[in-house]
């Protein structure tokens, strides 16, 4: 898959809506995200994707596995970064390690559904379905629908959660700011001069 063109889409998650929403909004805005905005959490975010061994923190291999074969289908890579080549899925389990316990729970709740959906569908794990398949499961969750029903409801809530996290870890990153954005790679800061009038001579 070497273009949006061949890539199989799931509704709203398309690398062009997803670049264009992260350009549009910013970091700044997806800070203000429930369960991303805290600052251990926000600074997780830089301390993932260095190119070393990576050791999960708070899931299991299984649960990893699931979870960033959901990420690469949210934000594949093509002429420019993934998710996983970020470290999304590395920034997805560092901050559910730094998350509280209610958090956690629904996060781990929203794998056990996807990996009940897909049993219950297909009798094999999300992972070991073929592409299309595991599409056809996540556009049924996605926000292309308007409503969903009670059986698909904590799975839709779920998917809506890790797409947020994916956008997050993702332009967060100093790779997807580079070649995703074409932004500098360093961030310049200057500090703010305070008022440099003489007392009563402030101009309005």
């Given at each position: ?69 959901i ?16 470290g ?57 629908h ?59």
């Open positions: 898959m070497n273009n949006d063109e061949d890539t199989p889409k799931v509704q709203n998650l398309t690398r062009r809506g997803v670049i264009a929403a992260g350009a549009a909004a910013g970091v700044a805005t997806l800070a203000k995200v429930p369960g991303l905005g805290g600052p251990s959490v926000a600074g997780a975010a830089v301390a993932v994707g260095d190119g070393s061994t990576w050791q999960p923190k708070f899931l299991s291999s299984q649960q990893v596995e699931l979870m960033s074969r990420c690469d289908l949210i934000l594949p890579a093509t002429e420019t970064p993934g998710a996983l080549d970020t999304a899925d590395e920034y997805i389990d560092l901050s559910l390690s730094l998350a509280d316990s209610a958090d956690q729970l629904r996060f781990l709740g929203g794998l056990s559904w996807m990996e009940e959906r897909s049993a219950e569908l297909h009798e094999k794990r999300f992972v070991e379905l073929a592409q299309d398949q595991q599409i056809a499961l996540l556009r049924e969750i996605s926000d292309e308007p409503m969903h029903s009670a059986e698909l409801s904590t799975g839709a809530a779920f998917f809506t959660d890790i797409k947020r996290r994916v956008l997050f870890g993702h332009f967060t990153s100093k790779k997807a700011r580079v070649e995703a954005l074409g932004l500098p790679a360093e961030v310049r800061r200057e500090s703010l001069r305070g008022c440099t009038h003489e007392d009563g001579t402030h101009r309005r």
